[in-house]
């Protein structure tokens, strides 16, 4: 077969969950298949993070912006290259292709009610043009892929696809995720301290930030350690803003924000953390759950979406709505050591469920069905 896979973003240095997923993917099928032929298809980048094999080709795509890229530049490419299926990735698709579709639907948050106001206009603009896009794939769409049950099962019955349609392939674990002792070589260009409570903010309304941080607040008044927190791919003045808004601002000194880090960077920081915590309103997987737990680092994590299928039974959940609960859940892993270790060896074994390989031969099976 010849197989044409949309990876529009790997390339690009600063990279999300869905450009992580497939490029985690390509580089297994790279492993695992020899036979069938493949044409990555991205844009130019700086971070040349796949290499090309004998099978599989990769092909850049100039264009200016996103839509025009996937809309107009895509499909011209296409229409060379002839495959017999085309895989799209990141929730959306050209809607005048000819190719048999194959679309990996990673959520249908943008058609949901929106939690709260989204203040990024670059995140209310990917929210309409999905909008707009998606309802008219979908019914074009050969296979629709997803990446928990939770979010398979909300397809079908927000979208009326027959369950037949959608199929779940989960997420993997890559094993760089692990235990290491050297961390502070790696953690210190972002935060003095050891022992911090590690989060990822977010001004996405789904990432709970600002209840995130009136609970830390609230863990502050009545900790005996008071931990630092490092806030991670949010700007400093946007946690500024919040703390301004919230009228919180004596704990300043107590958050750290970088912004975005290197992902080569990420087990190092997970590794420093005393307990990576997860409050999320709305997930269909949750990749940072697993890197924590492979590195050895207590979770505590929302009781929402997909996230307790991912988590399992072991993790430690919380009332994502409720800030004084974040905050009691905070207090307590730091006091009971023993429920502090059992988290530890929990986390560690989940991982083991979850893999790449799983990921990719689940893929190449959808692939193939469409010979």
């Known amino acids: 077969m010849k197989i044409a896979i949309e990876a529009q973003r790997i390339f690009r240095q600063t990279k999300h969950g869905m450009d992580i997923v497939i490029l985690e993917t ?11 032929e493949y044409y990555i298809l991205t844009a130019p980048g700086s971070d040349r993070c796949l290499q090309e094999t004998s099978n599989f080709h990769i092909i850049e795509i100039k264009c200016p912006s996103y839509p025009l890229w996937e809309q107009m530049a895509l499909p011209r490419t296409l229409s060379k290259i002839k495959p017999d299926v085309l895989h799209c990735t990141s929730n959306t698709a050209p809607i005048f292709c000819n190719i048999p579709l194959i679309i990996t639907l990673h959520d249908i948050i943008f058609l949901e009610k929106k939690q709260n106001a989204n203040k990024s206009l670059y995140q209310n603009f990917g929210r309409l043009y999905r909008k707009l896009i998606v309802p008219r794939i979908l019914s074009k769409s050969k296979k629709i892929i997803t990446v928990s049950d939770f979010e398979r099962e909300n397809i079908c019955k927000k979208t009326n696809i027959p369950p037949s349609q959608v199929v779940t392939i989960y997420n993997g674990y890559n094993k760089k995720f692990h235990s290491v002792r050297n961390f502070q070589e790696i953690t210190r260009k972002y935060i003095k301290e050891s022992n911090y409570i590690l989060f990822f903010g977010n001004t996405d309304p789904k990432k709970n930030t600002s209840r995130m941080i009136k609970a830390y607040a609230l863990y502050l008044e009545k900790s005996k350690h008071k931990r630092p927190m490092l806030i991670l791919d949010m700007s400093l003045s946007s946690v500024e803003q919040i703390l301004k808004e919230e009228k919180i601002e004596h704990i300043r000194p107590f958050i750290h924000s970088p912004g975005y880090i290197e992902n080569s960077d990420l087990p190092y920081i997970y590794n420093g953390a005393f ?3 997860y409050p999320s309103l709305r997930e269909s997987f949750g990749l940072p759950i697993l890197e924590a737990m492979g590195c050895g680092t207590p979770v505590i994590v929302s009781n929402t979406s997909a996230i307790p299928e991912i988590a399992g039974d072991g993790a430690l959940y919380i009332n994502p ?3 004084q609960d974040i905050a009691n859940k905070l207090l307590l892993i730091e006091t ?4 502090y270790q059992n988290l530890v060896e929990y986390g560690k074994s989940r991982v083991d469920l979850f893999s ?3 990921t990719a031969r689940g893929l190449l099976d959808e692939y193939k069905s469409w010979q």
């Not at 009971?336 to 429920?339: A, Y």
């Open 26 to 36: 390509i580089r297994e099928l790279q492993k695992y298949d020899t036979i069938n």
């Open 275 to 277: 307990v990576f915590i």
């Open 321 to 323: 709505y409720d800030e």
């Open 336 to 339: 009971d050591e023993q429920l």
């Open 356 to 358: 790449w390989e799983k």
